[in-house]
């Protein structure tokens, strides 16, 4: 591949690649300890990305895992729902993202019951206490404009050729499909990147985490309650070390840090509202994760895992009398709910640092936009946990 062919114009890429501490890869030992824990693994050849949302204290080394997510797949436009009653983008950093927000919402419910170390109320709205800090971490670079150049250092030659000599037109303002033109940067992107897959209406991930570092992960809902926006710090990120390649690590530290947010400055007015840029810092790890395609094998039989899991911490007790739990999913013996309570039992109190020796999770497993095994007829039943 020629990367003189994909090198922005005027960018030069002479930066300091930061590479994770040994505080930082504690914590992405402890998220991949937790996903080993909950057991729900792709079958074999298979691969699939993981993320995870932890907070960190100026107070403590440890972390407090917040919300984790798997999966590689999306629905398709032809297929979604009219109701509304199924996920979109089962990508794992969406998931991971969607479970972050439910914790953020419960640990409101809890700083108003007793208190959190995490959260605070200032003037009627809720923020981070002095020192808290939000990171984010991906077990692979995120599909989209950050991913391009990573991508193509490691297909074939025909393909790459093909994708050289293929120039479909693109019109200003509109998104472009997959990896049409993806020697064009700064352009938006919709999943997925096959160009033989059925067209999505779901953005990259590249450019949702672009549009986070502006407006904040809580979303619409949760600005009513943190309506200065909640912030990623850092986003770690793996594989890229393990292609020893310093050129191309490089060249992907740079696409990371324009495509997450660095290519928002500049475009759009700061001084306007609550929401301003937060560029998240990015640093790679060395530490592999245990069911990427780069561990499970490239250029193998291997394909993508159709199941995603999304898995939040701290769930609410029931409360079914009380409004104020509306948010608490049901635990209902009678329930057919595929959420179930997990308890976490780590080597330490890292996973959890606010509730003592145990740690009480909850997680879904999700397959085409739908709660594994809940049949047709029962998706648009009330009592049905509305998790995510």
């Not at 300091?16 to 504690?26: A, G, K, M, P, R």
């Not at 109320?121 to 971490?137: N, P, S, V």
């Not at 393990?242 to 060249?251: G, V």
Request: charged residues 20%.
């Amino acid at each position: 591949m020629d990367f003189g062919k994909l090198t922005l114009i005027g960018m030069s890429f002479n930066h300091q690649t930061q590479e994770s501490s040994s505080s930082d890869n504690s914590h992405i030992s402890l998220l991949h300890a937790l996903y080993f824990k909950l057991k729900v693994f792709p079958q074999p050849s298979q691969y699939t990305v993981l993320a995870a949302f932890y907070l960190t204290s100026s107070t403590r080394p440890d972390c407090h895992i917040i919300s984790l997510g798997t999966g590689t797949k999306c629905l398709p436009e032809c297929r979604l729902p009219s109701q509304g009653e199924a996920i979109h983008d089962s990508h794992a950093e969406i998931l991971a993202r969607r479970g972050a927000i439910r914790w953020l919402l419960e640990e409101i419910l809890r700083e108003r019951d007793q208190g959190s170390q995490w959260i605070e109320c200032h003037e009627y709205m809720y923020r981070f206490r002095e020192g808290i800090e939000l990171h984010m971490y991906i077990s692979t670079v995120p599909c989209g404009d950050a991913s391009t150049r990573f991508l193509a250092a490691f297909q074939d030659l025909e393909m790459a050729s093909l994708k050289d000599s293929t120039v479909v037109t693109h019109s200003e303002g509109t998104a472009a499909r997959g990896r049409d033109n993806y020697h064009l940067f700064n352009v938006l992107r919709t999943k997925p990147g096959r160009a033989d897959s059925p067209p999505t209406l779901s953005l990259s991930c590249s450019d949702k985490i672009a549009s986070w570092s502006w407006l904040g992960i809580q979303g619409a809902f949760g600005a009513k309650f943190f309506n200065r926006g909640i912030y990623i710090r850092k986003i770690i990120i793996g594989e890229v070390l393990s292609s020893k390649d310093r050129a191309l690590i490089e060249l992907v530290s740079a696409d990371c840090e324009r495509a997450l947010g660095g290519r928002l400055e500049g475009g759009l007015p700061s001084d306007k509202g609550p929401y301003f840029p937060h560029k998240p810092a990015i640093w790679f790890t060395p530490i592999a994760f245990m069911h990427s395609r780069f561990v499970v094998g490239l250029g193998t039989t291997s394909t993508s895992s159709n199941e995603s899991l999304c898995w939040y911490a701290g769930s609410l007790p029931p409360s079914p009398h009380s409004p104020a739990r509306a948010l608490s999913p049901s635990s209902s013996s009678s329930s057919k709910s595929l959420s179930e309570k997990i308890e976490i039992l780590p080597h330490s109190n890292a996973f959890d640092t606010q509730s003592g020796p145990s740690h009480i999770g909850t997680a879904q497993v999700i397959i085409n936009g739908y709660k594994r095994g809940v049949s047709p007829k029962h998706r648009q039943k009330l009592k049905d946990d509305k998790f995510l």
